[in-house]
């Protein structure tokens, strides 16, 4: 079983005169406590071209101290790392590995450097005696984990060795979150010659001082160049398009800085997804369905032939994560609902049902995102996503200007939505309207986000553009969750008769719902006509 350990800590290099001041004196920390002395032997483990460390991930064996163990470090925000620790075992545990296989797409983690490190801890508390910071400083020695020596022994001719001294300052206990006291510590270490260290952790430091260099992260900028297949007309680019290719502002150059965006967004949030994190679903949801839209949006960009099998896939992943994400907003509806029911019209046990559906649900849709993530197909995705921005099927409006392109694409989608709203209005109130609204907004989603990768080109009037297109979609977004409320609870009313329970509670939350739903379709003109209106889309033209 893994646990979680937020780490807020800061490191700093020290040379083997420097003395620690006495933190004593620092506002706030009453006593400094001596800990002991530590000795600690860590095997770190990498892709072969190093793909964790270039990402600022670190996956390490550690024995020795009193957290022995397999240990997962995720960046968590400036200065902050969770680390997920999982019991010793031969091998990296699956636990910990599933969490980077987004990082690492099937290749194998080998061990790459080793570590050894005395440390000597001193623990900072308040005057209550509680524990606010612990500050190690540590004598470190790193070798290639190829070579089996202990470091100091004599080794073979080109071996190399680094040896260095560090102190670390980490928050704990009540100075948890108090950032305002590691500033206090580094002012006091700063009078004494301590200076922050240059590398972010002992293992980049120790990969760039025995030579084993990380690797770059994987955002290397594609030349904006047209696709030898010359897209779906299958014309080569002209020489005038080939020209403009490298220049910056190119129509390539934006949809792919988009796409190179989302995709960062998908691999980050793997591992949050993975430890069900709040909210991690719904926002890698939406990088997914942002990826799909800009293929299908910028075909003047990307060629369709190459992109629409790729949307295809991006559609099947977004419809795994939209099982969890669909539950999670309606139970969140439903819940609301019954607490603004009076208690006197709730009727049998109306919460306690309730929460046993929404349970049975989320069973289902966790393991079903569970083994999509788990699957070949996921992975599969992601290298191809991975492959296509290194050779991106570009067609020849790569390569001229972004403004012009982008204008083109939104316009393109917006007048798409015009039609399904008009289609909508026109509908019958029942089924058929329900249908046609619902495809009303899915028009309007991808619209925002065409106007969303157009942004950098076309500036504030792409930004505003998006911004009233998303006051549809969300009107939009309301009526069809009251569509599927009314759905779930028709089923929950069923199962509460079966039991004999009664399924009034159940049956006044639909109608309510249905007179929501009522209430969205007659702001709909208003709200898509302030939406609509000509200066908005005339302020999109370069």
């Known amino acids: 079983m893994a646990d979680t350990v937020r780490e807020i800590e800061r490191k700093y290099e ?20 001596e800990l002991g002395v530590e000795d600690l032997d860590a095997l770190y483990y990498d ?17 020795g101290g009193r957290d022995a163990g397999w240990h997962l470090k ?3 925000g400036p200065g902050e790392r969770e680390e997920i620790r999982a019991p010793l075992s031969d091998v990296p545990p699956p636990e910990l590995t599933s969490l980077v296989r987004a990082r690492v ?3 194998d983690l080998v061990p790459v450097v080793r570590l050894r490190t005395r440390r000597t801890v001193r ?22 984990a190829a070579e089996t020596e202990q470091p100091g022994a004599a080794g073979a001719a080109g071996r190399t060795e680094a040896r260095w001294r560090e102190i670390e300052v980490e928050l704990t206990g009540g100075g948890e979150r108090d950032t305002g006291l590691l500033d206090d510590v580094e002012r006091a270490l700063a009078a004494v010659g301590v200076r922050p260290a240059s590398a972010p952790s002992k293992l980049a430091r120790a990969l760039a001082e025995t030579g084993l260099r990380p690797a770059r992260p994987e955002d290397r900028t594609a030349s904006v160049a047209p696709h030898k297949g010359g897209g779906a007309t299958g014309r080569q680019g002209s020489g005038k398009d080939k020209k403009r290719s490298g220049r910056k502002g190119a129509a390539g150059d934006l949809v792919l800085d988009y796409v190179r965006e989302q995709l960062r967004v998908i691999v980050e949030l793997d591992p949050a997804v993975r430890r069900d994190v709040p909210d991690s679903v719904h926002r890698m949801r939406v990088a997914t369905r942002r990826l799909r839209s800009a293929f299908r949006s910028y075909t003047k960009v990307l060629d369709r032939e190459v992109t629409a099998p790729v949307g295809g896939e991006l559609k099947w992943l ?3 994560l939209g099982v969890e994400r669909d539950r999670e907003v309606l139970t969140d509806r439903l819940l609301t609902a019954v607490a603004e029911v009076p ?3 709730r009727l049998g046990p109306v919460d306690a049902r309730l929460r046993i559906w929404s349970e049975r649900h989320r069973v289902v849709s966790r393991d079903r995102v569970l083994a999509a993530l788990d699957g070949d197909r996921y992975l599969a995705l992601l290298k191809t996503l991975h492959a296509l921005l290194e050779d991106p099927p570009l067609r020849p409006g790569a390569g001229r200007p972004a403004p012009g392109i982008a204008a083109r694409a939104v316009l393109k989608d917006y007048r798409r939505l015009a039609r399904r709203v008009r289609t909508a209005l026109d509908a019958p109130a029942g089924r058929d309207r329900d249908v046609a609204l619902h495809r009303a907004r899915k028009a309007a989603k991808r619209t925002r986000y065409a106007a ?14 998006a911004k009233r297109v998303k006051r549809v979609q969300q009107l939009l977004g309301d009526h069809q969750d009251s569509v599927v409320a009314r759905d779930a609870l028709r089923e929950l009313a069923t199962q509460a008769q079966q039991a004999g329970e009664g399924g009034f509670t159940f049956g006044l939350l639909y109608g309510r719902e249905e007179a929501r739903a009522a209430d969205r379709e007659r702001e709909l003109p208003r709200v898509w006509k302030k939406a609509s209106r000509r200066k908005y889309r005339a302020a999109l033209r370069p």
């Open 14 to 33: 020290a040379d083997n005169a420097t003395e620690l001041p006495d933190l004593a004196d620092v506002d706030r920390v009453a006593a400094v406590v």
């Open 47 to 63: 892709t072969p071209d190093q793909r964790l460390t270039a990402a600022g991930i670190t996956l390490r064996r550690r024995t």
């Open 74 to 76: 995720l960046p968590a």
């Open 105 to 107: 797409l099937g290749r």
């Open 123 to 144: 623990e900072l508390r308040d005057a209550a005696g509680a524990p606010l910071a612990e500050v190690a400083v540590d004598e470190v020695w790193a070798w290639p």
């Open 318 to 320: 977004a419809a795994e």
């Open 343 to 345: 208690r006197t019209l």
């Open 452 to 465: 969303e990768v157009a942004r950098p080109a076309l500036g504030r009037p792409a930004k505003k553009f």
